[in-house]
């Protein structure tokens, strides 16, 4: 009874340490996810997070079990005086366990086809990755970015899960957050939010402790009561949402890869939305550990039926997998030498233990096979009673477990482990290191510098609205060291906000410039774009509500009225904060440029998919077109002068 | 439709060369490349004509970032994005080629616009182009082996 007690007591400090370690885990995620800045490392930090909380969450319900199940043996015992657990299990047999691998997961999607031939804004994009549970065991993939122009999100991952008995469930749940929410909770402050997240996260951390003494009430199995203790909700950021889930089994294995159906939450109004086929491919695959694992060794005498009485050969068999090695001496199987013969211990096979043979002492073994169209039957004699009855328990175990892992046990299906990786440069898609741009000490940082501090003051005075561009983060930071300012696929926040009084006055004129402009009408075969580019895409975090125009600006809806066409891909500008070269005037310019860059938007087929649209701040002259339209391409170059631009054709 | 692999000299400084080298780009050399011809017919939706893909590059344009080219400083044209089942992939275009020529106005030294006006023409139902992509080199290079 102590051993039991022992024994159980273990598995739940085992547990319990995990659990420690998950809410550390749990904190830290926490923390990062309230500090960082970059989208990217959000979306990982709440998907860490939420790792670590169903991981809590499943260890808690195995405490919980583990709890009622001591409970009910204590019950037990007392009612009917007898030590229950002793009875029972030992008769029935256990299947071995075995390793279990999911690998190259692979989930079809399903795009309307408006949504091809459309160029609609910018990509709508979610971070989606999948969760995998065997039992108490669950791990994660890495996140894939899915936008529309994936038709499938793969996961490379191999996962394996070690310890899995034959009845698995492997539960399968992709979870998929939309990529372009504002973060923040709502109004409130940054600083605000990240205190709350983590001084909750230490807090609920105590309180979970207190819960996980034994002294305590458990918490309710529906996890209703950790749900509150978890202050999962509390934590601003990005949210994953369950977007998907399927459960595989043994019946689902098989050692290539094979198409399973998924069960789809949601639908095509949440933010989280990504058009799933329906159908999850993946190659599931087991090794029990009867095929990997010696199951029984031992000195052993091998006659072949039909052969002479004496001709008994000394050897020493090893039981592994579907055939039982005979090697001559042990010596050679840790040697890794051929054995001297295999009998085959398969479906097929048929043992029993023979008759006392008069000349040996114990009772033999016969084994029968099948080669062809022949019999052949081998007898085995061990050296006494009790090596014979553990071989014959070894050769039942052996067909238990085989009847139990089914289609495993016909051949060893091969797991790969998964290689240590290098860690992914995550910008292949994201397109050039242009991106991250590091203003380093040169001599242009000068120019660069004295450029954005006049243009600062001169929206300084603007500041009663409200606006700040998007660089200007670079001066609120801390005066450390030059920080590397995420300039990728910004627009220039200001000049869409200006208000209207000063635009208005520069806004009337342009249309009637442009349809003066002969030349531009011909130009270009398409309309204006919607908007000037890359609003959604701007900053992450350091502006605090984005305040965006209306999206029919006058200007665009006179242009496009004036074009009188609806290409199908609606095209986007590629709008770049001034370039230095174009900064020299800049108090003249500045005003302009909100209409400049509409008309460039509209003379430009272009669009800029994000991912090629960085603006370069490093101050290296760009080339102008040398076109006979001086005016408006000269505009053009001045603004889009890094920009790489796509059109689609 | 896909057509035979011809060798090609495009560029505005053809001149004749008997073999083909890897598809070096130096600015202002004549360029000699291997080439596929790949037939598109343009796909009415409403009342317009699409190809389905995207078009990258350009005389104008920064060549340094373009993720396809192998020669950062190529200023041609490249295809960024083939839309899946559409007109283009039909046809064999796939991303990362570069368009040498459009129904043979060559497209190696083309301003971004001018390149995007030669695919969309309204007047035009096929357009033939003339592209190459690494692999085609590796596999004339294998046969030749």
Redesign the interface.
Known sequence: MASVNNSKNLRDSDIQKKIDHEIRMRDGACKLLAACSQRDQALEAAKSLLTCNTRIMAYMSELQRMKEAQVMQRVARRSDGTRSSDAGPMDDRLPCKGKVAISDLRIPLMWKDTEYFKNKGELHRCAVFCLLQVGGEIHDTDMVMVDRTLTDICFDNTIVFSEASPGFELRVELYSCCSEEDYSAGSAPRKLASKLSSSLGRSAGKKLRVAMDPGACSPTSNGGAVTLLLPGHAVAGPKYHLLAHTSLSLSHVQDSFRTHDLSISGNEDCSYWVPLYGSVCCRLAAQPHCMTQQMMSGCLKVKQLGGDPQSWTNVYGVLKGTNLFCYHRQEDMEANVEPAFTIAINKETRIRASEKDPHSKAQSICISNQYGGEEVTHTLSADSHEETHRWMEAFWQQFYDMSQWKQCCDDLMKIELPSPRKPALVTSKQGSLYHEIVIDTSDDISTVTDILTRRMQELELRSQLGTSPPWMSLFEESPGGPRTPRLARHSPRSPHRLPHSPLSPLRCPWPGLLSSDASLTSDSDSPCSTSPCSRHRGWAEPLSSPRFRPRTLSLDAKLSTLRGRGYGGVLQCSCQPPSSSSLGPIPAQCVPQATLSCSSSTSSNSSSEGSHSPSSLDGTPFSRPSSARRSLRNVRAKLDPRNWLQSQV | MKGPLSYLQPGRNTKVSDQSETMSFIPGQPVTAVVQRIEIRKLR????L?????????????P????FSEDKSDKGIYV??V????PAEVAGLMMGDKVMQVNGWDMTMV???Q???R??K?NEDVVRLLVTRKSLEQAVKHSMM
């Open positions: 939706q409403g009342e317009h699409i190809l389905g893909f995207s078009i990258g590059g350009g005389i104008d344009q920064d340094g970032q373009n993720p960024t994005r839309t899946p089942e559409g301003t971004h616009d390149a995007r006006k695919l969309t309204k």
